[in-house]
């Protein structure tokens, strides 16, 4: 069981934040794990089908299935969503002495693998041959998917600020994972591991993944902002195709506002959206514009970020299926097909 204390003022730093480096490490995870296919085998098939060819025994050994890796591999990022670039020259830039100290705490017990000894011998040279491998590897394997994977983390922290708006800390905390519980200022995570995280001011990060299911992850040995990485709501329909909305419906409003009024089951952004439905942000503002008009969605502001999601009359709309269950449907004023 891992316990992290909040001091007075760390309840007021929580934050979220999405991580391309931290998604690449997780699912280099995902692709050891022998429970991985049951939420992620489409991607699987791709990946280790693009990756024959590639020498991943490295990243393997960073990342091992049932152990702690290094936490230099992925410095969190400053503001609420990093750039891989970015991350990597942080972790590039990570002092010898910590790479040397971190690799060995890991691998104390077994003996560091032969694929990493020259983190302890030139620790330099081997954290800049790990950047170069892990940009083939984003390449190969996760480039292609990655606006959609954003968009479902972003989805997720969208949801989690809504969350915490109407409900607080305490349901924010209890709902992020089974295995997570928030109780007298303490974070309680249901794990092999036993330990205790005293913040004492910094706060703590949350960044939410596709690629960490059924666990949860913690980033503990700095000198960055303690991090949690949970498993994002929905991580594993990123791989399903986006099914088209009821017939009915879409001959009511229209395809395109069907598709965004189904998607609005819970809380997204405009930018959201179009990543989702591979649009411009632009046609998706035109269409909520419409749909806030005619009643059928809520908005309400997030920090600087507006977010929408289906009110009680879109719910009706989209749960009959416009008139696919024989009830009649009165269409709001002014939302004709488009």
């Known amino acids: 069981m891992l316990t992290i204390r909040f001091g007075p003022s760390d309840l007021a730093r929580v934050r979220f934040s999405v991580s391309p480096l931290i998604e690449l490490w997780q699912s280099v995870r995902a692709l050891q794990s022998p429970v991985a296919p049951g939420l992620h085998s489409p991607w699987l098939v791709d990946a280790r089908a693009r990756l024959r060819d590639l020498d991943c025994a490295t990243l393997c050994a960073l990342q091992p299935p049932r152990a702690h890796g290094p936490d230099f591999l992925h410095p969190p990022p400053d503001g609420p969503s990093g750039e891989l670039e970015l991350e990597l020259a942080r972790m590039v830039a990570t002092p010898p002495d910590q790479i040397r100290r971190e690799i060995s705490e890991c691998y104390g017990e077994t003996g560091v693998p032969a694929a990493l000894r ?19 590897y984003w390449r190969r394997v996760l480039a292609a998917h990655w606006e959609r994977i954003r968009a479902a983390l972003e989805g997720d922290v969208l949801y989690r600020a809504h969350q915490t708006l109407r409900e607080g800390m305490r349901a924010l905390f209890c709902d992020i994972d089974h295995s997570v519980r928030f109780d007298d200022a303490r974070l309680i995570i249901d794990h092999a591991w036993s330990a205790a995280l005293e913040l004492h001011g910094p706060g703590l990060l949350l960044v939410p993944s596709v690629f960490v299911w059924p666990t949860v992850a913690v980033l503990d040995a700095g000198p960055w902002q303690p991090t949690l990485i949970y498993p994002a709501r929905g991580g594993g329909l990123v791989w399903e195709p986006i099914a088209p909305p009821p017939e009915a419906l879409a001959a009511l409003i229209g395809s395109r506002r069907a598709s965004i009024l189904a998607m609005l089951d819970a809380p997204r952004s405009t930018t959201a959206l179009a990543r989702r439905l591979e649009v411009c942000a632009g046609s998706v503002s035109q269409h909520l514009a419409v749909l806030l008009d005619a009643g059928l969605i809520e908005r309400c502001r997030v920090r600087r970020t507006v977010i929408y999601r289906r009110s009680a009359a879109g719910n009706v709309l989209v749960d009959s299926g416009g008139r696919g269950d024989g009830r009649r449907i009165a269409l709001p004023s002014g939302l004709e097909a488009a």
């Open 118 to 136: 020259g983190f302890l011998q030139t620790p330099d040279a081997a954290v800049r041959e790990l950047s170069d491998l892990l940009r083939t």
